[in-house]
């Protein structure tokens, strides 16, 4: 089988989120926890990966940086590429998926080495009723979460046997030297400028159509305008009273919903089921700082927005990160639904969701130090993230062992916490990543965000 198509340079967006991690609270580090059924056998799992990455070039790359920053950091071979600093196999002292969990959280902040390829997995035996964890490390500018779980079929089968996959040959690596990229960042200017010449005469046209209708000219401009900045308002303070302290620690937590349920009460309201998921947040929210003594009407949340479109090469993100109040103190859940529903269907709809990269390739233009200070500072007032990730609706197996559960657990990048679900065989696996110094009672926060779930799917 032929490589799948991957982009060869980051997006201004990813090469943000690869800078800014000067400040450590701003990691972009993602944890995938699957539960499995039993414990494969360690060289079927590690085989599975051997043939993964020979398929998926992204896997065998690391980032290259051009000298004096000419251009985004470009993907290339790593020519020292191992499989086993990879790929490994531990036994979970305890065995139960608190102990998994509590691993994980050290385990993801301890950084990715950026001289290699920006992932690690690690199967873990020993768990309760003999069953097992994969833990998947990978760093968010690698891939986003819809272009994840189009790779997700180059490791899984349907069935428990899988289908009989054949071995490909390991591409030979292609060494590539600073003049290389320094050549390679002169020439991506140049297309650029080339690229600007050519389309000069149809950007004359659109000059001369908006010269022919002023009107419409100045609307649309201004309409741009404003909406530009919304998205790039600063944030100077947290909403929360309570969760105000940030670290570069974290803990890792999870529950599972009914599917169906949810998407039920979505349904019920003529809402999504995003916006039942957020809704829920919502709610365990304000349960959380009312039992913590200090209620709250509004908090400030960030939720990506997937832009990728199905024929777009996979690797990087194609997401465009939206900051904005939500209200939490509805008791309501169906207006609570609503309510939502109408903010983020608003939000969704902003013209300036366009030009994000754009906008980031302006904070990438400043000193690195300024950027982390300027967009960082952001990023560390924004109270939770949120983010739903659709997974795999039917039973599948990793080396031969059924995935029982699927987790993903998002980077807090700067924030509180991040609440994530991932669908997967009729259940919302839900994912919560709290920074340790913000949310000092982190059982009570799992309490609370499972009660605002059972609440929306048992009252609508």
């Known amino acids: 089988m032929a490589a799948l198509p991957f982009t060869d340079r980051m997006s201004e967006s990813d090469a943000l989120m690869w800078d800014m991690e000067k400040d450590p609270r701003l990691r972009s580090t993602i944890t995938a926890l699957l539960l499995l059924e039993q414990a494969p056998e360690f060289d079927r799992f590690r085989g599975e990966f051997d043939r993964a990455v020979r398929i998926l070039p992204r896997f065998r790359q690391r980032v290259a940086t051009p000298p004096l920053h000419l251009s985004t950091p470009i993907w290339v071979d790593d020519t020292d590429f191992e499989l086993d600093f990879h790929v490994r196999h531990a036994s979970v002292a305890g065995g139960s998926v608190r102990d998994v969990l509590d691993l994980a959280g050290v385990w993801a902040m301890a950084g990715l080495d950026r001289a290699r390829p920006l992932w690690e997995v690690t199967l873990l035996s020993g768990l309760e009723d003999g069953g097992a964890a994969c833990l998947l490390k990978v760093h ?4 986003d979460g819809v272009g994840g779980m189009r790779l997700a079929g180059e490791l899984l089968s349907f069935e428990p046997t899988g289908p009989e996959r054949v ?7 292609r060494a590539v030297t600073r003049r290389d990229l320094v050549l390679d ?16 005469p149809h950007t004359l046209g659109q000059l001369a159509g908006a010269l022919l209708r002023p009107r419409r000219t100045v609307r649309d401009t201004v309409r741009m305008a404003r909406s530009v900045a919304k998205l790039v308002a600063p944030a100077t303070s947290m909403l929360s009273p309570i969760m105000t302290r940030r670290s570069t620690t974290w803990r890792y937590d999870v529950f599972d919903v009914d599917f169906d349920d949810l998407k039920k009460a979505a349904h019920r309201c003529e809402a999504s089921l995003n916006d039942a998921f957020v809704a829920a947040v919502c709610g365990g929210l304000r349960l959380y700082h009312e039992r913590r003594g200090w209620p709250v009407d509004e908090l400030r949340m960030t939720m990506p927005v997937n832009i990728r479109t199905d024929d777009e090469p996979l690797g990087g993100n194609r997401i465009s990160p939206l900051r904005f109040r939500v209200p939490v103190g509805i008791v309501d859940p169906a207006k609570r639904v ?10 969704r709809a902003e013209p ?4 994000t990269e754009q906008l980031a390739g302006m904070l990438n233009a400043l000193p690195t130090s300024v950027m982390t200070a300027v967009f ?11 983010s739903n990730v659709p997974g795999i609706p039917v039973p ?5 062992s059924r995935v029982l559960r699927w987790y993903a657990l998002g980077a807090t990048e700067g924030s509180a916490m991040n609440v994530t679900l991932m669908s997967h065989d009729g259940t919302c696996c839900i994912g919560i990543n709290t920074d340790r110094a913000a949310v000092t009672d982190p059982e009570l926060m799992r309490e609370c965000l499972a009660e605002g779930f059972a609440e929306l799917c048992t009252t609508l």
């Open 140 to 143: 968010h500018s690698m891939i």
């Open 338 to 347: 609503s309510t939502l529903r109408d903010i983020m269907r608003s939000w």
């Open 396 to 400: 599948c197996w990793l080396a031969g």
């Open 185 to 200: 960042a002169l020439g991506q200017r140049m297309r650029g400028a080339t690229g600007a010449v050519r389309t000069a």
């Open 376 to 386: 960082g500072g952001m990023l560390t007032h924004v109270d939770f993230l949120t």
């Open 167 to 173: 071995l490909p040959a390991l591409p030979d690596p």
């Open 352 to 355: 300036a969701i366009a030009v």
